[in-house]
């Protein structure tokens, strides 16, 4: 498996070319692209500057040289490149798996480009096996957690191993929601962004236009989507 992350980290990284701001996804897929990043920095010289979607992935482009800023000392991104949890046939996604998916999404919103990358196993018919994470505000999330109930989500707060509640780098909770499948992505999505307390949710939907997907056999396939 790490394999599989790892080629598809530097197919992805093929994509980047001098001089691009580039934005640097979250998890074990997209630290391998930022691996292959800080390669070419130091050993081919190459000019970019990141803008990260999360404080792990700082510390990694740190650690690696790769030049930084702040996403509101950028115009726009040319290019964010991020893992994903689950990927449907219309290429709607639920990414936050790695608690990141608010600066994941704003990152993303403000790229020109968009790409994810994942193993095969995340490619699926309809999402919803994996948990969808919602981000709540700390206050009154114990209310959207019990009208999530209500609403039959099934919700779970997320919590560490030491079973103390998750806090996002934005100082918010992860209220994972086990619902099995989700028949309407884009109904549920416009439930949640309606939701008084959310403040973003794992349903990355028509954001994406090209996926890279890695199996076990070294393959490697670029799905489109001509948004
Ligand atoms: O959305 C994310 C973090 O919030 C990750 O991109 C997603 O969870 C995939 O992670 P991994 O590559 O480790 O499977």
Do not use: C
Not at 77 to 82: A, M, N, Q, S, Y
Not at 96 to 115: C, F, N, P, Q, R
């Amino acid at each position: 498996m790490e394999n599989i992350k790892k080629i598809v980290g530097i197919e992805a990284a093929k994509f980047v070319k001098d001089g691009m701001i580039v934005g640097l996804g979250t998890g074990s897929t997209a630290a391998f692209f930022v691996e292959e990043l800080g390669r070419r920095v130091a050993q081919e010289n190459l000019q970019i500057t990141g803008v990260t979607t999360s404080s792990v992935t700082s510390e990694q482009a740190k650690r690696l040289g790769i030049a930084l800023k702040d996403i509101d000392d950028v115009a726009y991104i040319d290019l964010t490149v991020d893992g994903a949890d689950e990927v449907d046939l219309d290429l709607n996604g639920i990414k936050g798996g790695g608690a990141a998916l608010l600066m994941e999404k704003i990152v993303a919103t403000y790229s020109k480009d968009y790409i994810w990358i994942a193993d095969d196993s995340k490619m699926v018919k309809h999402l919803g096996a994996f948990p969808l994470p919602v981000e709540v505000v700390t206050f009154g999330s114990g209310q959207v957690f019990r009208l999530f109930e209500t609403l039959g989500f099934n919700p779970r707060l997320r919590v560490d191993a030491n079973d103390v509640a998750v806090v996002t780098d934005m100082g918010n909770y992860i209220i994972d929601l086990h619902m099995k499948e989700i028949k309407e992505p884009q109904r549920l999505a416009k439930l949640l962004d309606e939701t008084v307390g959310v403040v973003e949710h794992g349903l990355f939907n028509d954001m994406v236009k090209t996926v890279i997907v890695g199996s076990a056999d070294g393959n490697v396939k670029i799905i489109t989507n001509n948004l």
